[in-house]
């Protein structure tokens, strides 16, 4: 029996979300093959095939891929499916985007955003923005997934996998990428970081969110938000935590003015400490918060920075 | 240029679900149910297409119990052309739905098939990944901005880092992100006028597709609950605890 993951990658170096892929994969059992699609990504590759545990990397480039496009994604994960009993991809918008297209074509239910393996046929994944854990078994001849990368560990280094070169099915006609506006930032990306600061409505704007950022900096966090706040236009979009964005489990998860909403409690209750800021004591928040002050954010952000150079940061 | 719709009944949004004692699933008796918010959006943003002359006709699709027919009345007070009501009381997964979508794809030969990107109940995001794989079609997923350009849609998609933009061509595939647009409420004489629209009354074996789910439910726990916490006097109390008690720092 053998296992593909799908590798997340920005086609020079690869994702941590891959990493968790593989622990999955290996809970699974087999050989654990890894896929690498993209364009100039051999480095990727090389890092992949060092990933502990992986028997073998394939790498496939074309523009479609390097762009992620889920018809040319779709085709060549289907050219190299034969034999797999299991296909793994991180549950990143990428993965989201296109494993339910292979797992049409080949028939099979998608198993989304796994929380755990049970066995071979058996995962839990969370359902109702993560209020209920729903165990299933798939009666499915191949097990399609994506998985949750927070829940698994990261597979480190060890192995010494060879890296193979598979053709990539000539691109569909029908789509094409036109171009791409990332947020730039020198911070942890939101899904890796071990410490987040987020902020909510309560920030007031976005001009605000900078004194979320000189904490940020100084404890090396990443910055996050509530769809309040996305909504409000302080951060842009991809910042945002919860249900609908990214799900984060850091650990140290700091809330400062946000009221703790079911569908952003979805994207950090699973986080080692959780703090809660907010000055409305009956915020939802602080039933979830380990630690909870009761005070106004904007002399309370500040003060929290004085007190972290104090003890050195 | 008709425009297809699908609309899905779940829990409101707002409803902090029970998971039933014996684990067989969520309790939702009793509980308020309204149109999925992802769906909500895909119907705003068919009939904006619509008032902008750049669609004829809009139809809205659920599958269901009988329930589901409110929530194709919910669509078609505010703005949707006609119905059809896929009655059912399985829970039908997102790979039956999505055949049965392409079905009803095959017999109205919409141009376009806007989906919500996800439902807020199974949560699972793949339906109408599975429905434009199904119909061979290109897609916009998480789109939160979309144009007619000539045969093609530009659509803006919501990606982890940012944002990507893309063209596909007619007939496509979009799913809609909440930052798409926001909803229009149905005002009353357009509720009046809904009821007079027509729902066509289906069933799944009108389209041969079997039910039948793939992934058996095993259990329906609920999550680990997090202990309750402490408050906090002052800052300096705070970064001491996260120090010193939690080792966080």
Known sequence: MATLVIAEHDNKSLNEATRAAVTAAKKIGGDIHILVAGQDAKSVADEAAKVDGVAKVMLAESEALGHKMAEALESLVLSVADGYDAILAPASTVGKNFMPRVAAKLDVMLISDITAVESADTFIRPIYAGNALVTVKSNDKVKLITVRPTTFEKAGDGGSASVDTVDAPDASAKSSFISEELSKSDRPELGAAKIVISGGRGMGNGENFAILEKVADKLGAAVGASRAAVDAGFVPNDYQVGQTGKVVAPQLYIAVGISGAIQHLAGMKDSKVIVAINKDEEAPIFSVADYGLVADLFKAVPEFEEELSKIGY | ?249
Not at chain 2, 83 to 104: C, Q, R
Not at chain 2, 159 to 171: C, F, K, M, N, R
Not at chain 2, 215 to 230: F, N, Q, T, Y
């Open chain 2, 1 to 249: 240029m008709k425009i297809l719709v699908p609309v899905k009944r779940v829990v409101d949004y707002n409803v902090k679900v029970r998971v039933k004692p014996d684990q067989s699933g969520v309790d939702l008796a009793n509980v308020k149910m309204s149109m999925n918010p992802f769906c909500e959006i895909a119907v705003e943003e068919a009939i904006r297409m619509k008032e902008k002359g750049l669609a004829e006709e809009i139809v809205v699709v659920s599958i269901g119990p009988a329930g589901a027919q409110e929530t194709i009345r919910t669509a078609l007070a505010m703005g949707a052309d006609r119905g059809i009501h896929v009655t059912t009381d399985a829970t039908v997964e997102p790979l039956a739905v999505a055949k049965i979508l392409a079905k009803i794809a095959g017999e109205e030969k919409p141009e376009i098939i806007i989906l919500g990107k996800q439902a807020i109940d199974d949560d699972a995001n793949a339906t109408g990944q599975m429905l434009a794989a199904l119909l061979g079609w290109p897609q916009g997923t998480f789109a939160s901005k979309v144009e007619k350009d000539g045969d093609a849609l530009k659509v803006t998609r919501e990606i982890d880092g940012g944002l990507q933009t893309v063209s596909i061509a007619l007939p496509a595939i979009v799913t809609t992100d909440l930052r798409l647009n926001e909803p229009r409420y149905a005002s009353l004489p357009n509720i009046m006028k809904a009821k007079r629209k027509p729902i066509d009354a289906k069933t799944p074996d009108d389209y041969g597709v079997d039910l039948t789910a793939r992934l058996e439910v095993i259990k329906v726990a609920e999550p680990p609950k997090r202990k309750g916490g402490v408050k906090v006097e002052s800052v300096a109390e705070l970064v001491s605890k996260l120090k010193n008690e939690a080792g966080v720092l």
